[in-house]
């Protein structure tokens, strides 16, 4: 299935598509809004390139990724939480003609290049769409076309950009469509930002099959009695997000079954899912089926999954990350072209249709991490998993990549950032671990000799500079300045000695 073919049978219907906040819109308005976004694309923008969404959960953003993928070209998410620069570097790199900004934010011509087109919200009201046009199918995306590219952390400082095409996503949906489920006209919670790859469930599954969208933005989640009394008022049915997200509400005694009367399902995704949440989830919801999905945003939202049932909680594994695709050939690799048994742990290689191509323009990167395996794309995930029986268990990372509240992150990314700071001499960022999760990163840092050393202003001074230069879920909570780094036998920073001296 394919979300703009299944909406097409939909375009008369006058269902409830998005809800956000006090606005709606319609099955039918969604699909005419689209069809004059699409229009205007084409009659407007001299090349094919990228189109960028700068936003978080505007009902009109979700029109615009439907019209660019009717016009024949990817979207690229970025949400507000990135800062102008990051904005900056990704138009750079998709030569973009177009940038829809809701962030509230006038962005600075400095930052663009100069043939970029720029439109705010009311200046998006304002265009003079064409009436009584329609869009040629033949203009939709196609198969091997790219229908979107997710940003991530890259380890040189860069964004590194993935690029997911249409059979990609058509394969993900005919994989996992059985454990994803569907109740037909019911609502489903719409949290997960859209630059973050789980977020493909609502969009591209739940909205293409019927469901309506409850959007929850990031001011609702900034405050928890708002958050609540739009969770009470959505009536939603399913739910997606990450752990982390869930288990910031757990805190709360009235997040139940009383607040979500309706809820039948909960997907979540992005890290570890710890017993402890899962085993206080089937006590608030015990009407409720508990889902645990994995996958690299490289092998398109989810490479495996599973329903998660009460006995595994007394089982002494971790929870499992379940099945692989079933489409998908898959291997676990402990030294270069040696295969794992069961229960042995290895870096988990996978070829599928849903592998994507590679890093967008960065063919040296590509040929690390992707190669070619029996007419399928495979993808080295830097995983380490093993098998139990039918079932995967996610072990770590084999490199310094982790996931913060759902967020892929490089680390090399943020000391790369921080270090063209101009005080900072070097730095190291550690994650600091709670029981089996990241609880959050702590920054070791040498500074200029000439800076008051440990003085709370130096630390601000250092946390400010860095938001305008990364995302602010990678900004760590904790900064510590430090007289030397500790070397190892190996002559390298040795990371562990840090944080036993300092935490």
């Known amino acids: 299935m394919w979300i703009l073919d299944e909406l097409k049978g939909m375009r008369e219907s006058d269902r409830i ?41 505007e009902i009109e953003a979700t029109a615009i990724m439907l019209g660019t993928l009717k016009s024949g070209r990817a979207y690229v998410f970025v949400d507000t939480t990135f800062p102008q620069e990051r904005v900056g570097k990704i138009a750079k790199k998709t030569k973009a003609e177009i940038i829809y900004n809701f962030s509230g934010t006038d962005l600075s011509e400095d930052a663009f290049n100069e043939y970029i087109k720029i439109i705010k919200p009311s200046e998006f009201e304002d265009i003079k769409f064409s009436e009584n046009k329609n869009i040629s199918e033949s203009e939709w995306v196609k198969g091997d076309d790219l229908s979107y590219i997710l940003f991530t952390s890259g380890s040189t400082g860069e964004p590194k950009g993935v690029g997911i095409t249409k059979n990609n996503i058509i394969n993900f949906i005919e994989g996992f469509k059985d454990i994803l489920e569907i109740d037909l006209e019911k609502v489903s919670l719409n949290q997960v930002s859209y630059s973050f790859d789980i977020s493909g469930i609502q969009f591209y599954y739940y909205l293409a099959c019927g469901e309506t969208l409850f959007n929850i933005d990031s001011q609702m989640t900034a405050n928890i009695s708002e958050l609540f009394a739009y969770l009470n008022k959505s009536k939603a049915s399913s739910w ?26 909960i997907i979540l995704a992005g890290e570890v899912l710890t017993k402890k949440l899962a085993r206080e989830l089937f ?93 399928k794309k495979a993808f080295r995930t830097k995983d380490l998993v093993y098998k139990k029986g039918d079932m995967l268990y996610f072990k770590g990372r084999t490199d310094f990549q982790i996931k913060l509240n759902g967020y892929r992150i490089e680390l090399e990314d943020i000391e790369c950032n921080m270090n063209k ?37 130096t630390k601000l001074y250092i946390k400010n500079e860095l938001k305008k230069k990364i995302p602010s879920y990678m900004v760590p909570r904790k900064i510590t300045i430090l007289d030397k780094f500790p070397i190892n036998s190996n002559g390298k920073v040795d990371r562990k000695k840090i944080i036993m001296e300092n935490t």
């Open 421 to 457: 700071i101009d005080i900072v001499a070097k730095n190291i960022v550690l994650p600091i671990y709670k029981g089996e999760k990241i609880s959050y990163l702590h920054a070791f840092v040498l500074i200029d000799k000439k800076v008051k050393q440990n003085s709370l202003e």
């Open 17 to 57: 598509a998005i809800i956000h906040r006090n606005k709606t819109i319609t099955f039918k308005e969604l699909w005419l809004l689209s069809e004059k976004i699409a229009i205007y694309h084409n009659e407007e923008l001299k090349t094919k390139n990228p189109i960028i969404i700068y936003a978080n959960k």
């Open 283 to 375: 006590h608030r919801f015990p009407k409720a089926k508990i889902y645990n999905g994995y996958g690299p945003s490289e092998v398109t939202i989810f490479t495996s999954a599973c329903e998660i049932k009460p006995e595994m909680l007394e089982e002494d594994d971790n929870l499992p990350i379940g099945k692989v695709i079933k489409e998908a050939t898959y291997w676990l690799e402990k030294n270069e072209n040696c295969l794992t048994p069961n229960s042995e742990e290895g870096e988990l290689i996978v070829a599928s249709n849903s592998v994507c191509e590679g890093y967008y323009m960065q063919p040296e990167l590509t040929m690390k991490s992707f190669f070619e395996y029996k007419g």
């Open 240 to 265: 997606v997000s990450t752990p982390s997200f869930i288990e910031m509400c757990v805190i709360y005694d009235e997040f139940n079954s009383d607040l979500l009367p309706n809820l039948s399902k």
